[in-house]
């Protein structure tokens, strides 16, 4: 290949990468090379999750998660619309297991409101109204901005208007290798030059970080979610998303039901830590690199509490009789039989602080002299990453 040069040259064609392009593009820049180490768009996280464009529950208010969801959630919403892509405007209802939780929802409302999300606290008769099958102790939690979407069409429609702007080039099948030199990277296709590469890799972005110098006291832990499927006859029973009271001082929302845009109810994920930042199915995406994962996850274990309750819980959920459990807490009359196996799965790579051997709960974005380095887009960033993508430019890129 000869050398190619991108006035910004992206690594990663997942929704951060591609909303940084659109949002760069919508600024003038004409000249923008996306790499994208797979041959077909969304085979990672972007692809593979549950296609909620939540509201800002949950998030503190401070975080930077907080300021982008919402209106993240408006701007995917209002895409969809112009694109005529699927969005399914059910909303969300949060229910309690027990008084404990039950209290946690007065909390998670006041969050909610702090970061302008319109919720309401509802009694069983309300919540009967939206979620006939739901069940919770007294209260639950209504939000009414969640939606759901079809990832992989968003992935597809942006992907396409990139493309056809003549501006935009997104070399599939190109893997980022290292940088070389000053602002020239080495890919398994040879080399391109840059005036700023933007580092959007997901699950590889603290790898390809730690080459250009930057974040290396973030490390990587990746998470597997798995889904089962409600069968077909019982999907009358969601109507829109039903989900858990979590714990808030993990970033994992747990096991949850989501009505997709096809009609089928998805119950998961799960957050087990995983052998491999591709490790979807066993022993798929498993090497080397498992030894240091598995290091890594022993030592977050021993000094981290909220880790450690996380380790214990979540892989049982293997087993399908503690996943049923988990599910049957949301809905009245699921049988076992009601739930199917399913292929789908994803990971979750969250970043760990390791001097401070903290799962980061926020966004991270760092810049150098000539790379931007986008860290830990947990979820919601597919929810908010037009804004997000916004805020990059202004603060980072400009
Ligand atoms: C199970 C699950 C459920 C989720 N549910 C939701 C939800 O309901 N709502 C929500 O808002 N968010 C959700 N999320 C989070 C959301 O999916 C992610 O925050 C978002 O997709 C991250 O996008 P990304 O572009 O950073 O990563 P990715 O989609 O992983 O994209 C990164 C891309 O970089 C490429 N890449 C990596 N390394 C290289 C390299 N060296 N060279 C070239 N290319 C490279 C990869 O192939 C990949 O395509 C969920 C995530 C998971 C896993």
Redesign the pocket.
């Known amino acids: 290949m000869r050398t190619e040069r991108a006035d910004f040259l992206i ?8 909303t940084l392009a659109r949002e760069l593009l919508n600024s003038g820049c004409e000249n923008i090379i996306i ?4 041959n077909t ?14 509201a800002g529950i949950y998030y503190s208010p401070d975080s930077l998660k907080a300021k982008l ?1 919402l209106q ?1 959630n408006f701007l995917m919403k209002q895409y969809c619309r112009e694109k005529g892509l699927p969005l399914l405007e059910t909303g969300k209802v949060i229910v309690a297991k027990n008084v404990k939780e039950a209290e946690t929802l007065k909390e998670l409302y006041s969050r909610a409101v702090e970061n302008g999300a319109k919720v309401e606290l509802i009694d069983t008769g309300r919540l009967e109204e939206i979620e006939p099958y739901a069940k919770t102790h007294g209260t639950a939690l209504y939000s009414y901005y969640t939606a ?1 979407v079809d ?1 992989g069409a968003i992935l597809k429609s942006l992907h396409d208007d990139l493309v056809a702007s003549g501006k935009v080039r997104i070399l599939t099948g ?4 290292r940088p070389k030199g000053s602002r020239a990277v080495l ?1 398994n296709r040879g080399e391109i030059r840059f005036d700023m590469f933007i580092n ?6 603290d ?2 970080a730690h080459c250009f110098g930057v974040g290396l006291d973030y490390r990587l832990i990746p ?3 798995i ?1 089962r499927k409600l069968r077909k006859d019982k999907s009358y029973m969601v109507r829109g998303n039903i989900y858990p009271v979590p714990d808030i001082r993990n970033p994992f ?1 747990g096991v949850h039901l ?1 009505r997709n845009t096809k009609g089928e109810v998805y119950a ?2 799960t957050a087990i830590t995983a052998l491999g930042r591709e490790n979807y199915r066993f022993p798929e995406g498993i090497n080397a690199e498992a030894f240091d994962i598995a290091g890594r996850s022993a030592v977050l274990f021993l000094v981290n509490p909220k880790f450690r309750k996380v380790a214990l819980t979540e892989p049982r959920k293997y087993i399908f009789r503690f996943f049923y459990e988990d599910t049957k807490r949301l809905i009245k009359n699921l049988k076992p039989g009601d739930i199917v196996s399913s292929e ?6 969250q970043l760990v602080d390791w001097n401070k051997k903290e799962l980061v709960m926020d966004f991270v974005v760092i810049r150098d002299a000539d790379s931007v380095h ?1 860290l830990n ?9 037009m804004v997000f993508a916004k805020l990059i430019k202004e603060r980072f890129l400009t």
Not at 35 to 38: D, F, G, V
Not at 200 to 205: L, P, R
């Open positions: 690594c990663g064609g997942g929704i951060i990468g591609l790499l994208e180490k797979e768009p969304g085979k990672h996280a972007s692809g593979r999750n549950s296609g909620v464009l939540h969801c993240g759901v990832p190109t893997e980022f290798r890919t959007a890799a997901g699950a590889y972005s790898r390809v998470f597997k979610g889904y929302l989501t998961g994920p789908k799965a994803g990971i979750r790579p986008v887009a947990i979820s919601p960033a597919f929810t908010s990453s």
